[in-house]
């Protein structure tokens, strides 16, 4: 089954604590991207991927580090969470086809920072 | 920056009544995607508009792209129980989307 998977779906940790969400895709898909999502703000882009240890920043990169070293994986590393990153977090995939740039999505990950 | 702007951010209907969501922006929108979020879900993709104008429709959803290519709409006849959720427009440029904020579709019980 075609999917984007994303692990933990949910985790609570404290301030300062590094963490890691790890997303992976099987479509063979070219661009990786990451979402945070806030009530009234719809999704932000965190950091996307075009390929291979290619990562460029979105629009809310700030706290957030990136790796694209194989295609199907792209994990989301925060080094020194913040309360202010407490939000649900989605993992997106598509193909680079030029026709279309339709998003798959993971089904989350519901991040608390205390 | 640039920006989508979504209205209305809520639409409470009557089941059976029909609901339409807003996309604007201020300068020419190359392309529109239009997704659909569960509650307690992630958002799905319904389609991409790229032509001035162009109208599709799946079953009852109408998507529609301005002629000037700078407002789309996505209108659903007679709501169902299975509509409710959040509806987003989004843009693809320089390979990222910009989302708007989205218009949850609530049922009246």
């Known amino acids: 089954e075609a999917q984007v998977t994303q692990n933990p779906r949910y985790l609570i940790t404290v301030t300062g604590k590094k963490l890691t969400v790890t997303c992976s895709q099987n479509?063979?898909?070219?661009?990786m991207s990451w979402y945070r999502q806030d009530p009234g703000l719809g999704l932000r882009q965190i950091y996307y991927s075009m390929n291979v240890e290619v990562t460029d920043k979105g629009d809310v990169p700030e706290g957030y580090k990136v790796s694209r070293k194989e295609k199907r994986n792209f994990p989301l590393i925060l080094e020194s969470p913040s309360p202010n990153q407490t939000s649900l977090y989605f993992c997106?995939?598509?193909?680079?086809?030029?026709?279309?740039?339709?998003?798959?999505f993971g089904p989350g990950t519901r991040l608390t920072v205390t | 920056g640039q920006q989508v702007m979504q209205i209305p951010q809520y639409q409470h209907v009557q089941e059976g009544e029909d609901f339409t969501t807003y996309c604007n922006s201020s300068t020419t929108l190359s392309n529109i995607q239009w997704y659909k979020q569960r509650p307690g879900g992630h958002p799905v993709f319904l389609i991409q508009?790229?032509?001035s104008g162009e109208v599709k429709k799946q079953k009852r959803l109408t998507f529609q792209f301005g002629e000037a290519k700078k407002n789309s709409s996505l209108h659903i006849t007679a709501t169902q129980t299975t509509d409710v959720g959040t509806y987003f427009c989004a843009e693809l440029s320089n390979y990222q989307l910009i989302w708007g904020a989205g218009t949850k579709l609530i049922i009246k019980p």
């Open positions: 997106a995939s598509s193909s680079s086809g030029l026709n279309s740039y339709e998003q798959y």
């Open positions: 479509m063979n898909h070219e661009y």
């Open positions: 508009l790229v032509k």
